[in-house]
C-alpha cells in the first residue's frame, strides 16, 4: 500500500467512526429529553413555602412555582432538533422544552404585583449534568 492508499483508506476509517458517534449522539437524544422532563417534574412539583389559600400553599417569592392542579407541569412542547454542528462532520442536538401555558412567562420573570417565580434556569441546572454524563462517555 503506498502512501496515498494509506491516507485514503485512514480517511474512510476516520468517517466510519464519526458516523458512528454521531448516531450514538442521535440515539442518546429521546433519554436526554426525558431526563429535562424528569427535571421540570420535580422541580414544579415542590411544595409551596409562601401563603396559603385554602389548600393550595403558594411558592415564596424566588422558588419555583408551586403546584397547584399541575397544568404547569403536565403541559410542555418537545422538539428534538438536529443538524450539522459546522465543524467537521459533526452532528448538533438542540432539545427543547416550551411550556404550553400562557401564564408561564409571568410565573418566570414576575408582573408588576408578583415577585417572580424562576424555575426555567432550575430545570436545567439540574438536568444538566445527568445529560452531560450521557453524553460523556461518545
Not at 1 to 11: C, L, T, V
Not at 87 to 112: A, D, P, W
Request: no cysteine; glycine share 10%; hydrophobic share 35%.
Amino acid at each position: 500500500m503506498n502512501p496515498s492508499q494509506g491516507a485514503a483508506h485512514i480517511e474512510v476509517v476516520v468517517k466510519e467512526m464519526v458516523q458512528d458517534i454521531n448516531q450514538a449522539a442521535l440515539s442518546r437524544s429521546t433519554r436526554a429529553m426525558n431526563l429535562l422532563r424528569n427535571a421540570t417534574v420535580q422541580i414544579l412539583g415542590q411544595n409551596g413555602g409562601g401563603r396559603s389559600y385554602g389548600r393550595h400553599v403558594a411558592s415564596a417569592p424566588g422558588q419555583p412555582p408551586a403546584p397547584d392542579t399541575g397544568s404547569l407541569r403536565r403541559n410542555w412542547q418537545e422538539q428534538i432538533l438536529t443538524g450539522a454542528s459546522g465543524k467537521g462532520n459533526g452532528v448538533r442536538i438542540i432539545l427543547r422544552r416550551k411550556s404550553k401555558m400562557f401564564y408561564q412567562k409571568f410565573l418566570e420573570h414576575g408582573t408588576r404585583k408578583m415577585a417572580p417565580r424562576p424555575h426555567i434556569e432550575r430545570i436545567k441546572q439540574k438536568a444538566r449534568p445527568e445529560i452531560a454524563a450521557l453524553y460523556a462517555n461518545l
